[in-house]
């Protein structure tokens, strides 16, 4: 059927111009949707009806299929058979063996108890080689997980792998086979393993680039790759040892509540740095780790400092002889008490390349001591000083900002 518009053009009705698209631009489209929607997909014409199964990515994710708080666990039991159901029925079915992407998220909490009825199929998939895999399970008892077949998946080059377990919070996997020579990226999440599984997961990812430890219970983390440029490490059991010698690093994040060592041993192309320990900087741990830890960050430049300390615990001369930051552009120092901004000065006199300063308060009050007149030359100029979180205390704002100018000349730009 055709008609024409008021500007002489034809306009064509009732043509299914998606249906009309060559099958791998189709199948290209359905790569987008979750596996559920592109199955769902098969209803729409003749042409679609087997398009989902030439699909290369699965992903299967159990809040698709309805409500995620379900106080009856009959109904709980239904929703996970309907997911394991979905899962079983699309590999059954699939008309390619190329998996590109492989996701199951079964988080929420209200499936837990079922979780080893879906996870069994992960094991199917891995010997489908897929290139990036991501798998996050929640349960509440131990998990009969082949996590052989996981870290030795060959093709893989991106693998996250979250397991949440109620009331430990994290899981024992100890794998027996650890090779995957393409993996560029690792995140692990929930996880417990021994400080030998650990090392020997790393020695088989040897182009490893990114890692990133949440929840993780490792007694001792020991770092060495030439190839890792992203590192971060969040929420690690305490008492931790860290030992880093990563000489291609570009990015580190840490923020772990105690740790027992740390140790950054080979970083000179370390661009970004975010260090906050809980305790890092008080009296009794700061002789040992204060000092080496700054020294360690030297080549930053952009470096965040989170300090969570009582007032009076941070001395004064702590940082005299801290290093020269010849690279730092940007300073970000996050804190839960006020006297720890008696420390900017330091960081002002031995930055000389540094462009930006930022301070945030989480405290809600606090007082400045005054500094000596005599106890550093002025720097010439700062572009920008941003100050967060002081809410309309303009009169401690306003000395904070004297505090600065009796230090930097020229502010060119007050942000708050």
């Known amino acids: 059927m055709t008609n024409i518009d008021r500007c002489g053009r034809e306009k064509n009705f009732g043509i299914d111009r998606m249906s009309s698209l060559p099958d791998d631009v189709r199948t290209h489209i359905l790569s987008f949707l979750t596996t559920r929607e592109a199955v769902q997909t098969c209803i729409l014409s003749k042409r679609w009806i087997k398009t989902w199964a030439s699909v ?6 159990i809040e698709e ?24 029925s699309v590999l059954e079915k699939r008309e390619t063996t190329c998996v590109n992407r492989f996701r199951l998220w079964l988080v ?18 891995m010997k489908l080689e897929p290139r990036e ?14 996590t052989d077949l996981i870290f030795s998946c060959a093709s893989l080059i991106y693998l996250q792998l979250c397991l949440y377990k109620r009331p430990s919070y994290s899981v024992a996997i100890e794998p027996n086979s650890m090779n995957l020579p393409c993996l560029k990226t690792l995140n692990l999440c929930g996880v417990t393993m021994s400080d030998d599984s650990f090392k020997k997961l790393l020695l088989g990812c040897p182009v490893l680039e990114d890692l990133r430890l949440e929840g993780c219970y490792i007694g001792i983390i020991e770092i060495c790759s030439n190839s890792l440029k992203k590192l971060e490490i969040y929420s690690v059991n305490d008492g931790m040892k860290l030992q880093i010698s990563t000489p291609n690093l570009l990015y580190l994040d840490i923020s772990v509540m105690d740790m027992g060592e740390i140790m950054l041993l080979n970083m000179p192309s370390l661009v970004y740095a975010s260090i906050f320990l809980l305790g890092w900087y008080d009296q009794d741990k700061y002789v040992i780790r204060g000092p080496k830890l700054i020294h360690d960050l030297s080549n930053v430049e952009s470096l965040q400092l989170h300090f969570r300390c009582l007032e009076g615990q941070v001395k004064k001369k ?15 120092l996050v ?71 009796a230090h930097v000349k020229i502010i060119g730009e007050i942000i708050f």
Not at 134 to 145: A, H, P, Q, T
Not at 365 to 377: H, M, N, Q, S, Y
């Open 335 to 405: 804190t839960w008490s006020f006297y720890v901004f008696d420390l900017v000065p330091y960081f002002l006199h031995h930055s000389p390349k540094l462009e930006e300063l930022i301070l945030e308060n989480k405290h809600a009050r606090g007082t400045l001591d005054e500094e000596p007149r005599d106890a550093f030359v002025q720097r010439e100029f700062l572009k920008t000083v941003r100050i967060v979180g002081f809410g309309n205390d303009n009169r401690f704002f306003y000395k904070l900002i004297n505090k600065l100018l």
């Open 56 to 61: 290369p990515d699965l992903k299967f994710d």
């Open 318 to 332: 702590d940082f005299s002889s801290c290093p020269i930051f010849n690279n730092l552009k940007r300073l970000e």
């Open 65 to 88: 299929f309805g409500l995620v708080d379900i106080n009856d666990d009959e109904m709980a039991i239904e929703f996970v058979n309907k997911f394991e159901l979905l899962v079983k």
């Open 133 to 146: 895999c991501s798998v996050k399970l929640g349960l509440r008892e131990n998990l009969n997980l082949n």
């Open 108 to 125: 929420s909490q209200v499936y837990w108890p079922h979780t080893q009825a879906v996870a069994k199929y992960i094991g199917d998939v």
